[in-house]
């Protein structure tokens, strides 16, 4: 055979070995998911502490990007991006929890402050 119909592995080690790092860990948490997701209710303390855990984590990173925000978002006025939130927020609840509503709202508050600025 000849070298350009042969598979070169060797330079894949490298590769495979991030591939592997990066895989493992999120799939070891889908398959702990998958094991015991039959056994939680949504009313068990876990359940109640992972789902307080992640409403903070989004909260947060709300937060960072109002106040801190990167790339075009830092261009928007602070004032823009917090009447942004809060109508969007505003819109959620107005229309019996609509994310994609609420969403919207709030992404044509930010990007007409974009414009206007």
């Known amino acids: 055979m000849s070298g350009a119909t042969e598979l070169d592995f060797a330079g894949l080690g490298p590769f495979l070995t991030i ?9 070891i948490w889908r398959w702990l998911g998958v094991l ?5 209710t ?5 359940f109640i502490w992972v ?3 992640a409403i903070a984590l989004l ?4 937060s960072q990007l109002i106040l801190f925000p990167n ?3 830092a261009d928007v006025p602070m004032l823009v991006r917090v009447a942004g939130a809060a109508i969007g927020l505003a819109v959620y609840f107005a229309t019996r929890r609509t994310l994609v509503l609420g969403l919207l709202a709030g ?6 402050g974009w ?3």
């Not at 591939?19 to 860990?25: D, E």
């Not at 949504?42 to 876990?46: L, P, R, V």
């Not at 909260?59 to 709300?62: S, V």
């Not at 992404?107 to 007409?112: F, G, L, M, S, T």
């Open 19 to 27: 591939l592997i790092i990066a895989a493992l860990p999120t799939h």
């Open 42 to 46: 949504e009313e068990s303390e876990i």
């Open 51 to 53: 789902k307080a855990v």
């Open 71 to 73: 790339g075009a978002l």
């Open 115 to 117: 414009f206007l600025r």
């Open 36 to 40: 015991f997701a039959g056994r939680l």
């Open 107 to 112: 992404e044509a508050i930010i990007a007409a």
């Open 59 to 62: 909260a947060a990173l709300i």
